[in-house]
């Protein structure tokens, strides 16, 4: 079956610092979505993407789908105290009913 | 809205015992999952449905059931607890169309099992 792996498993930066997580998959995506984690708390939706080669800002994320789609990355720059979390992909099972999450990068950002 | 709820927050079981954790939603949403979060394991998938009446099978389905009686309600069935499903439990509903296909996950019930 697919399989979404991760890496690193951790990353500890001091703030200012850029990040990058990097996901990759067994078998070609329909799309990838990312989520976020903090500590104690639940998954939050970051950002769907769908197309080849796809590229998406939010503020200081930068999120990139492969031309094959079946990797993406997360780019984090000037990283701050409140990236702190576990950041998830995922990637569609059986048609997008739910979903593969790889393991998370856990960021840990100290000031 | 009040999104995805789960109850309870915590819970303590004793080997043997059974439960059911308790999901709802209230945003109309077709899909509705169950995924359980182990240190260092990320989030596993355990039952999906697709609407009331239709469950179908995640990663790790052994020792629970499922049923969706209801569009709104999703609960998971613990027959006989084992330690070895001590975990955070998430449930997560979507909408099941259009991008993004956002995942609303609830605040999680941390179940230990002794």
């Known amino acids: 079956g697919q399989q979404v792996m991760q890496i690193p498993q951790y990353q500890h930066v001091q703030e200012g610092e850029d990040f990058t997580t990097y996901c990759n998959s067994s078998?070609?995506?329909?799309?990838i979505q990312w989520y976020k984690q903090r500590p104690g708390g639940h998954p939050v939706f970051l950002i769907q993407l769908v197309k080849s080669g796809e590229v998406k800002k939010q503020k200081r994320l930068t999120f990139q789908f492969g031309e094959a789609k079946k990797n993406s990355s997360l780019h984090i720059t000037a990283t701050q105290t409140t990236d702190v979390g576990t950041y998830f992909c995922?990637?569609?099972?059986?048609?997008?009913?739910?979903?593969?999450f790889g393991k998370g990068t856990s960021l840990l950002v100290t000031p | 809205n009040a999104g995805v709820t789960q109850t309870p927050k915590f819970q303590v079981l004793k080997t043997g015992q059974s439960m059911t954790l308790q999901c709802a939603q209230d945003?109309?949403?077709?899909?509705m999952s169950w995924y359980r979060q182990d240190p260092g394991m990320g989030l596993r998938l355990i039952h999906y449905s697709v609407g009331a009446g239709i469950t179908d099978q995640g990663e790790v389905p052994n020792g629970y059931n499922v049923s969706r009686s209801t569009t709104e309600d999703f609960p998971l069935r613990l027959l006989s607890a084992a330690p070895s499903q001590t975990s955070v439990y998430f449930c997560a509903s979507s909408l099941g169309q259009g991008v993004p296909d956002t995942q609303y996950f609830g605040p999680g019930t941390r179940l230990t099992v002794l």
């Open positions: 995922a990637g569609p099972v059986n048609s997008g009913y739910a979903l593969n």
């Open positions: 078998t070609t995506l329909s799309n």
């Open positions: 945003m109309n949403h077709e899909y």
